[in-house]
């Protein structure tokens, strides 16, 4: 009996034990295979995710170049800007984070977590801008709160700065943060969200060589994603520095004498087509792109009725009115239809047809030749030169001349204007040439359009005698340390097909607009520079028969636009100029003393102070013709 029951036992224990061990080897066997699963399925991914809690990679954004001027003047540079992140895996728990943030920047808390929210698919190692270019109080609270703030960080970045608000704007143009349509296109490369690139003017024709290179840095951090060392740099490559043709000091007086109206005006040097100022009012402030706009600055800039985001010198079009008169005259010249003897005369209308067409002057020029005709701009005289060459003949000159066709300015979105001949209206509008309509084109009026830009290049041509010059806005680009890596050059469009004698004759004529004695802007003569141009004054509407009103008393919108071109030492150009304002009604009275400023800046020569009264405030009638 007892060797059965130790036989039971013995039995009883052996299966005890056994179920133990079999329980250890199962056991055993799970963590084995978790440890497998672990160390060589998940291996390398728990690797990463450890390296991350302890080493990370940080970019440094490269100091974007410098923008100088003609004469080595900065208008753009680079100012430090405190931006404050938020590493989503250090911040445990977000919301709470966000909470105690809000409160130091002074923000709701709302607008941050909707930041967050914009900000999904991106990596929760990565690090997300919540607000840029904090101020000094806020950056001092959150620096004293840091440790209450795990995975919030104040990065150091390089924001632009445009020096001279709204002068050149948009010459120089701005910049704003990449959108997802620009990443997605390959134009820019290594470029990442939250980066910033040209968008606007020299800011984006040069981007490539004003960017720089990116570069980086190996850091190792605590549990908190504080940086404890910094293990490994590379350091970020400048961009390139960009030296424009402009002229500061003649940029910043043609912005002050464009304030309170529209328009334009633009400078360049005759013999070689470098852009000395180009000005467009009104203007805007780049610097609200570079630091961020509120929805309100931005609505004021697209609500404004003057356009402020449209560069005028360049895309606005308008008709030339008779600063075209100089393309008329060439072509009559050239042609052999008038020549320096040949006198039309004037009763102050032409009789065309059942239609009369009226000189400005009512009371009339008398008997002109082709050099009074353009100092008085008589629209007469150049009726009947436009009724002898015909449309078709104007516009091969008009064309010649740069007219109707981009310049090929380096700023984009330029304006090609328009310069009408009788296939283009057939094919446009299916009705036949008038012969009436080329009248109103003769003195720059009817279909025509041209951009202040395309007239300072015509005037630059005359000026030079005949040579055309693309307009040229980059002088050079340099290295951070100053080694000059590109140096531009004139580049030569074409030339005006005109002899010397008709040349001389058209110059005669544009120096008595200034100087003689019944120029339409004898107002702006100087007693020791002269000057040589035209006046223009071009319709924005028809005016019907039974409109007895005065410029004056016509709806702001309805009047006149005022042009002035000029080039100035008369007998050696070394500046022309082209001024446009919209609704100014009188060339001569509102665009005329603009460019006259210019040349006056430009050659470092003032006003005498003994020029007489009356030609500083006689600008009688004969003074609002053209």
């Given amino acids: 009996m007892d060797k059965y029951l130790k036989t039971a036992d013995s039995e009883w224990y052996k299966q005890r034990i056994t179920g133990v061990m079999i329980c250890v080897l199962v056991a055993f066997s799970v963590l084995l295979v978790r440890l497998l699963y672990l160390q060589v399925v998940m291996g390398g991914e728990y690797l990463t995710l450890s390296l991350n809690n302890r080493i990370r990679l940080q970019s440094i954004d490269p100091p974007r170049g410098l923008i100088y001027d003609r004469n080595n003047r900065v208008l753009v540079e680079n100012r430090p800007s405190f931006d404050v992140t938020i590493t989503l895996k250090d911040a445990r728990p977000v919301e709470k984070t966000i909470t105690k943030l809000a409160s130091y920047l002074d923000l709701p808390s709302q607008e941050l977590m909707q930041k967050l929210s914009s900000s999904k698919g991106i990596s929760a190692y990565k690090p997300i801008q919540l607000q840029q270019d904090i101020g000094r ?238 100092a008085q701009s008589c629209d007469v005289y150049f009726y009947q030169v436009g009724q002898l060459l015909g449309v078709d003949r104007l516009a091969w000159y008009a064309k010649a001349g740069g007219l109707g066709s981009r310049t090929g300015i380096n700023l984009g979105k330029e304006g090609r204007g328009l310069i009408p001949t009788a296939a283009w209206k057939k094919k446009r509008t299916g009705v036949a040439w008038q012969r009436g309509e080329t009248l109103s084109v003769a003195i720059g009026q009817g279909f025509n359009l041209a951009t202040p830009l395309q007239m300072v290049d015509l005037t630059s041509a005359i000026a030079n005698g005949g040579t055309r010059y693309k307009p040229i806005i980059l002088e050079s680009i340099t290295t951070a340390d100053g080694r000059v890596v590109y140096q531009n050059e004139p580049q030569v469009m074409g030339k005006i097909p005109l002899s010397a004698p008709s040349l001389e004759l058209v110059k005669k004529g544009l120096w008595e607009v200034v100087n003689g004695e019944k120029g339409t802007a004898r107002s702006s003569r100087l007693a020791d520079i002269e000057i040589s141009g035209k006046t223009g004054t071009s319709q924005v509407i028809s005016r019907k028969k039974d409109d007895t009103r005065s410029e004056q008393e016509r709806p702001a919108h309805l009047r006149p636009h005022a042009w002035f071109i000029a080039f100035a030492p008369s007998a050696a150009p070394e500046i022309a100029v082209s001024v446009l304002v919209e609704h100014g009604e009188h060339g001569s009275s509102a665009a005329a003393p603009i460019a006259t400023e210019l040349i006056k800046t430009f050659l470092r020569v003032e006003r005498p102070a003994g020029l007489a009264a009356k030609d500083q405030d006689q600008v009688g009638e004969e003074d609002q013709g053209g």
């Fill in 137 to 374: 109080d806020a950056l001092a609270s959150i620096e004293a709160h840091k440790y209450d703030l795990p995975g919030i960080a104040i990065n150091v970045k390089l924001l632009r700065h445009y020096l001279n608000i709204k002068d050149a704007a948009h010459l120089i143009g701005y910049l704003s943060e990449i959108n997802s349509t620009e990443l997605a296109g390959g134009k820019y490369p290594g470029r990442r969200r939250g980066d910033f690139i040209g968008k606007f003017g020299a800011e984006k024709t040069f981007e490539k060589y004003l960017q720089g290179t990116r570069g980086g840095r190996q850091v190792e951090v605590n549990a908190n994603g504080r940086v404890v060392r910094v293990l490994k740099t590379v350091a970020a490559k400048p961009g390139q520095n960009i030296h424009l043709t402009i002229d500061h000091i003649l940029q910043k007086k043609a912005e002050s004498l464009l304030q309170g109206v529209a328009g334009a005006a633009v400078a360049m040097d005759p013999g070689s087509g470098r852009i000395l100022a180009l000005a467009s009012s009104p203007s805007f402030d780049q610097n609200y792109f570079a630091s961020g706009m509120s929805h309100e600055q931005w609505d004021s800039l697209i609500s404004n009725p003057f356009r402020p985001m449209e560069n005028k010198a360049i895309q606005g079009e308008y008709p030339p009115g008779s600063t075209y008169k100089i393309i008329t005259a060439l072509a009559g010249l050239e042609e052999g239809v008038i020549d320096e003897a040949t006198e039309f005369f004037c009763p102050g209308y032409h009789r065309f047809g059942n239609r009369i067409y009226r000189c400005w002057k009512r009371g009339g020029h008398g008997k002109v030749n082709i050099v009074k005709a353009l």
